[in-house]
């Protein structure tokens, strides 16, 4: 079967979660997929717990890096398939999502795919769900962010290299710029999945509260650098749009006793 979608998974001294990431590409219910492993020179088990997935780990780059956006320029620049995504090695693809993704790929002229991601706890149950909003390319630079995740976007190799791919110069931010850097061209065309397709981990590694201000920092300058629409009106009455669309999950989110990172 021709491997479609390439899939990267960037890590470094990841051995507590590496195994149930990759275990969630193993039970994908679609099989014509590449899935790609770069390893920043982990001193921990990552290295060994990655080798005994060969079954379905199809490249392993293993060597010193200049951070997370580095490992996945190389991951992508190794990838062989027509559409591509990127997920940490704590997080999640749900069965089914390779599948629905392709699918929506190749019934439409689509450039970028989307769709609703779940908060996971440390121990993998899920905590609460937020949905994407397929905002236009006006509301989103009024909004001035994307309406989805990371977890749950997928994006073709031309729309990659049109956008000039991650900006390794960046330590936090540079997955926002490149999915702005998509949502703002006109020419990109957006398709959305009314599922979840994607599961972000929150646990007490994540982010220091210093890495979370060194992080926002980032994202100021890189909002600053991007052709933003500046209107507090409109910012507010999109924000509002995506807080109705999650309002269950809002509240869960509210009541949830665990870990928020």
């Not at 290295?47 to 890096?65: C, F, G, N, P």
């Not at 989103?140 to 749950?152: D, E, K, T």
């Not at 997928?154 to 110069?169: I, L, M, N, P, Q």
Request: hydrophobic share 35%.
């Amino acid at each position: 079967m021709e491997k479609l979608i390439s899939v990267i998974v960037p890590v470094y001294n990841g051995e507590k979660y590496i195994n149930d990431t990759l275990d969630s590409l193993l039970r994908q219910t679609w099989r014509g997929f590449e899935l790609i492993v770069v390893d920043g020179n982990s001193t921990d088990r990552t290295v060994q717990l990655v080798k005994d997935h060969l079954q379905t780990v199809d490249i392993l780059i293993s060597e010193k890096d200049e951070g997370m956006y580095d490992a996945l320029r190389k991951g992508m620049e190794a990838a062989s398939g027509k559409y591509l995504c990127y997920i940490n090695s704590d997080d999640r693809l749900l069965p089914y999502t390779l599948e629905k993704v392709v699918r929506k790929f190749e019934h439409g002229q689509y450039d970028l795919v989307f769709g609703d991601h779940n908060f996971i706890s440390e121990t993998g149950e899920i905590a609460y769900t937020y949905k994407g909003v397929n905002f236009s390319r006006d509301a989103i630079s009024y909004l001035h962010r994307v309406p989805f995740a990371q977890q749950s976007a997928f994006w073709t190799k031309e729309a990659y290299r049109k956008a000039g791919g991650f900006d390794k110069s960046m330590k936090y931010s540079a997955d926002s710029k490149f999915l702005l850097t998509l949502c703002l061209d006109p020419m990109i065309r957006k398709g959305y999945i009314p599922a979840v397709l994607g599961e972000y981990r929150m646990h007490g590694d994540s982010f220091s509260v210093s890495v979370t201000e060194k992080m926002i920092a980032e994202n100021h300058r890189m909002r600053n650098a991007l052709p933003l629409k500046h209107n507090k009106l409109r910012k507010y009455f999109y924000e509002m749009i995506t807080k109705v669309v999650n309002a269950r999950g809002i509240y869960k989110k509210m009541t949830y006793k665990g870990t928020k990172f």
